[in-house]
């Protein structure tokens, strides 16, 4: 038997008073069997000033103890508490870090890093996430079993007699055609898409719209069924939604928060397709925090993803945007997911933009344009004149302005560029949709290389539909309409203009010049100013009867073009 004692004060008595002291006697003897001495036994004096842990503290004093032993459980040791893992998580863009910084490592705003606890369970049996749902029998039981042990393939087996024409889920009619561009060809089966954009841009139409598509394009002009869910709408406001878009197609609507409820309700209905409305608030039983939460929204595309793997429906969600415009969460959701669009549009315009920022099936260097309507999103026919405006040729009233031609991804676009210069306001200047420093450039040069007295004027610019010119392929554009107010003198609207302006007045190439004049060509424009090393690269061939003029810098641009406008006036 080993016996010993801890004590602060000797005890000279048995009944010296409890309070300031703790005594605390242990009695080990495993190979005792004796009734009459226990083989176990913990007596304290004071119950209030014994802890159980590693440590006993008392009066502000730290005094070491034995190893923790859980009282009346038989001597056995305590579980393991759970341990607790701090997150640092940007309010602005989901940026997850595991230190506090003061200024956001992502998108370089100060004061944004929030602080998260995540307890972390040393049980097994108490980790939930979401690939272990679809193993619970209640939810993946009748999901696709695979027979025996899965071995690697050899790449060349992988895709032999599958037939690539008609391996996607078509979208047809020019919605259809527009949405598909984007995808890369169709809708993949098994993929998970990712929808995002500001609030109110029609991202809920979208897939509606699309959901109805799918819909309709089964086996054989046959309807297939496919799944709407809603976290955030009754059935009824998505009826209401589908009246107003007048969608007949079978179209199963379901409002639910529970991931596990959504899954058992596929199995029922076996869909073409699910859509899911919007992943910010669904949850997860038994993953801590609220619907939207990091952890949630990770775990409940993790389950959503293996699903659609397993059972090789595509699954598309609709993600919440925060103030920078990002999708809202942690970054690592965009890694998930196959595919991730996002939908763009001006709050005082009709016209709507598709665009990939990620996709595993198809090139990212496409661009949708749709324009919403009171019947939902219609393509837009002849997306690259969309932003032209009504002109009269040879009009007085069109002094000042040009006509640019930019490029969005792998789509062409007119702009038209607004000059106004006014003589007597010397060093006024006021832009809008073009850089100040860009502006700035561009009317220092014509002033230096070209000889305008611009000194003596306020120069304002503008691009008409409320646009913003970012690339450099406009800059000529723009000094062109300077030339044009300043020389008053206007400029048809059958004359496009496509360079760079270098600091000493030459022109230069510019990134996919050749496909942007093929654009031009077709819109039927009768001239193309370019630099000269276009023209004697690029030559004239199918352009129509466009004619391509080439020129070296802004003054053999202005000896060019302007005299011939001088004649026609």
């Not at 940026?95 to 910084?101: M, S």
Request: charged fraction near 20%; proline fraction near 4%; charge should be neutral.
């Amino acid at each position: 038997m080993l016996s010993f004692s801890i004590s602060r004060f000797p005890s000279t008595s048995p009944s010296f008073p409890s309070p300031p002291s703790a005594t605390a006697s242990f009695h080990l003897d495993p190979y005792t069997t004796n009734s009459n001495t226990p083989s176990h036994s913990f007596e304290h004096k004071a119950l209030s000033d014994v802890k159980v842990g590693n440590f006993m503290r008392k009066s502000g004093r730290r005094v070491m103890g034995m190893n923790p032993i859980e009282i009346g459980d038989g001597g056995k040791k305590n579980k393991k508490k759970g341990k607790e893992k701090i997150y640092w998580v940007c309010s602005n863009c989901g940026y997850t870090a595991g230190q506090w910084w003061g200024v956001c490592r992502s998108c370089t705003v100060a004061g944004t890093m929030k602080e998260f606890h995540e307890t972390k369970t040393s049980e097994v049996d108490g980790k939930v996430n979401g690939f272990m749902v679809l193993e619970e029998d209640g939810v993946g039981s009748w999901l696709p079993q695979h027979e025996g042990e899965i071995r690697p393939l050899r790449l060349a087996d992988i895709n032999r007699g599958l037939n690539h024409q008609h391996w996607r889920i078509p979208l047809s009619g020019s919605f259809g055609n527009e949405v598909s561009r984007v995808l890369g060809g169709g809708l993949v089966p098994g993929s998970l898409t990712l929808v995002g954009g500001d609030p109110g841009v029609g991202k809920s139409t979208l897939l509606l719209q699309i959901a109805a598509m799918i819909s309709e394009g089964g086996n054989d002009g046959e309807l297939s069924p496919v799944l709407y869910v809603s976290g955030e709408e009754s059935v009824e406001q998505i009826g209401n939604r589908a009246d107003r878009l007048m969608i007949e197609s079978d179209i199963y609507v379901y409002s639910s928060n529970d991931i596990e409820d959504i899954l058992k309700k596929v199995r029922d209905i076996s869909p073409r397709a699910l859509v899911v409305d919007s992943i910010q608030t669904v949850y997860l039983k038994g993953i801590m925090g609220s619907p939207g939460g990091i952890i949630q929204v990770k775990e409940c595309t993790s389950a959503l993803l293996r699903f659609a793997k397993t059972t090789n429906i595509p699954v598309l969600l609709i993600g919440h945007v925060n103030k920078s415009g990002d999708i809202a969460g942690p970054r690592v959701l965009e890694h998930i997911v196959d595919v991730v669009l996002y939908m763009e549009g001006e709050k005082c315009s009709s016209h709507r933009m598709l665009r990939a920022v990620k996709n595993r099936f198809g090139s990212t260097d496409e661009l949708g344009i749709f324009e919403m309507s009171h019947s939902g999103l219609q393509a837009v026919s002849n997306a690259s004149k969309m932003f032209l405006s009504e002109q009269h040729l040879d009009s007085e009233i069109l002094a000042g302005m040009a006509v640019a031609v930019i490029m969005d991804r792998s789509r062409t676009f007119l702009i038209e560029i607004q000059a106004l210069c006014l003589s007597g306001s010397t060093g006024s200047r006021q832009v809008n949709g073009i850089h100040a420093s860009r502006a700035d450039m561009i009317i220092s040069v014509l002033i230096k290389q070209a000889g305008l007295r611009l000194r003596e004027n306020a120069v304002y610019l503008n691009v008409v539909s409320g646009l913003t010119l970012t690339e450099t392929a406009g800059d000529l554009a723009v000094a062109a309409a300077i030339c044009s107010s300043f020389l008053e003198l206007p400029i048809p609207n059958d004359i496009a203009f496509i360079a760079e302006i270098g600091l000493g007045g030459e022109l230069r190439m510019v990134p996919r010049i050749e496909k942007r004049m093929h654009t031009v060509a077709k819109l039927g424009y009768r001239m193309c100013v370019v630099p000269k090393a276009a023209e004697e690269a690029l030559g004239t061939e199918s352009l129509q009867n466009m004619k391509v003029v080439g020129c070296r810098n802004l003054k053999d641009v202005i000896n060019t073009v302007f005299p011939k406008l001088m004649k026609r006036s």
